[in-house]
C-alpha cells in the first residue's frame, strides 16, 4: 500500500512541477555573451545618438512649425481688420454715393451737390458741373467693387491660412507622437529590468566569481558553484496577496524586453517587511538595477531541476548578503521597499528556468506554476508555509 500511495506521488510530482529542458553553459560562453553583450550596447549607443539626433530635427521642425502658426495667427488678424476696414468704407462710400443719385434724380432736399448744379451760371456751365457729378458717382461705384473684391480675397486668404493652420497644427501633434515614440525606443530598460550597462558590470562579477572557485572555459557553470538541493517551494513573504500579474512578453513593445515577468505582492503596511527566498539557493546576482532597484537573483535546484529567482524593490539588503552565499528559506534576504521604477511598496517576485542571473527576462514563466497565489486584486491572503 505505501509503495503504491509512493508511486503515485511522484506521478503527480511529474505532472505538476514543470519540467524544462536546459542546456549546460561554461565559462567560455560566458565570456562569448558578455563580448556580444558588450558588441550590442556599442551598437544601441550608436542608435541612441542616431535617436536623440532625430529627436532634436523633430523638436526643430516642431518649432519652426510653431512659428509658422503664430504668423499665421497674425496674418488672419490682420486680414480680419482689413475686411473690417473696407467694410466700413464701402458702408461710407456707398451712403455718399446714394446721396448722389439723389441729387441727379432732382432731389428736393437741401445738399451741396445739388447746390452745385443749381449754381451753375449757364447752360455749358451746368452740363460741366454735371459731368463732374456723375464722374464723382462712377468714381464712388468703382472704388465700392474695387472694396468688395478685396474683402472678397481677403476672406479667401483668412479661410486658407485656417486651413494651413489647422494642417501645420496636425503635423505639430503627429511630430510630438512621434517625439514620444523616440524617447520611448532611446530607453535602455523596462520597468522591472536592468540596462545594458548594468548587465555588463554584473556579468564581469559573475565571470570574475566562477574564475575565482576555479571554473574551466569549457566546465559547465552550474558545477562550478555548490546549490543546495531543495524539494519545494515557500512564499517569500509571511502573509501576501497579488497586487499585479504576471503577464510575460509583450508584443506590443519588443524593443524593451516585455512588460511583467514575475508578479507583485504585497500586504497593507509592507514597507520593511522581511523576504525570504523561495527556496534554498545560491545568490548570484546582488546590487542595483535600474528597473527592479535593490535587487537579488538566486540560484535553485529544486526536485532535480534548476531556477533562477528574483526578488526586486528591496529598501535594504540583509546584512552579511554577497554574491555566492548559500541561503535556505529561513533567512532573511532583504527588506520591501519601493526602489527602482516601482510605484508603491510592494515586492517583485520572478522565476526563470536554468540558471540566469542576466537575461533573466528570456527565460522567465509565471510564478504559478510552480506555487499557488490568490487572484489579482482579490483581497484574499495566504501565508508563508
Known sequence: MKRNILFIFVIMAMIFIPSYKVEAKTLGQLKNELAELERKYEENENKRELTENEIKA??????????????????????????????????????ETDELLKFLQVSNGENVYLE??????????????????????????????????????????????????????????ELNSKVVTLKANAATYDKEGSTIE????????????????????NQDVSTCISTPISFGWSYPLS?????????????????????HHGIDLWHYGIYGAPIYPAAKGTIARIGWISGGGNAIYIYHNVNGIDYTT????????ASGMYQGKEVT?????????????????????????????????????????????????????????
Open 58 to 95: 523633430v523638436n526643430n521642425e516642431i518649432s519652426s512649425i510653431l512659428a509658422s502658426i503664430s504668423q499665421i495667427k497674425n496674418d488672419i488678424k490682420k486680414s480680419e481688420d482689413d475686411i473690417i476696414a473696407s467694410q466700413k468704407e464701402i458702408e461710407e462710400k456707398s451712403n
Open 116 to 173: 452745385y448744379l443749381f449754381e451753375a451760371d449757364s447752360y455749358t456751365d451746368f452740363i460741366y458741373r454735371y459731368s463732374i457729378v456723375s464722374q464723382l458717382t462712377e468714381y464712388n461705384n468703382k472704388l465700392m467693387n474695387e472694396l468688395k473684391e478685396l474683402i472678397s480675397s481677403l476672406e479667401k486668404k483668412k479661410s486658407e491660412l485656417a486651413l494651413k493652420q489647422s494642417s501645420l497644427e496636425k503635423k505639430s501633434n
Open 198 to 217: 548594468e548587465d555588463i558590470r554584473d556579468y564581469k562579477k559573475e565571470i570574475e566569481y566562477y574564475e575565482k572557485l576555479g571554473c574551466s572555459l
Open 239 to 259: 502573509y501576501l496577496t497579488v497586487s499585479d500579474d504576471y503577464t510575460g512578453y509583450d508584443h506590443q513593445r519588443p524593443n524593451i524586453g516585455g512588460y
Open 310 to 317: 528574483v526578488y526586486m524593490h528591496m529598501s535594504g539588503f
Open 329 to 385: 528559506t529561513d533567512d532573511v534576504i532583504g527588506y520591501v521597499g519601493n526602489t527602482g521604477e516601482s510605484f508603491g511598496a510592494h515586492l517583485h517576485f520572478g522565476v526563470a528556468k536554468g540558471h540566469h542571473a542576466t537575461f533573466f527576462n528570456s527565460y522567465a514563466f509565471d510564478p504559478r506554476q510552480i506555487l499557488a497565489f490568490p487572484a489579482m486584486d482579490s483581497g484574499i491572503y495566504y501565508y508563508r508555509r
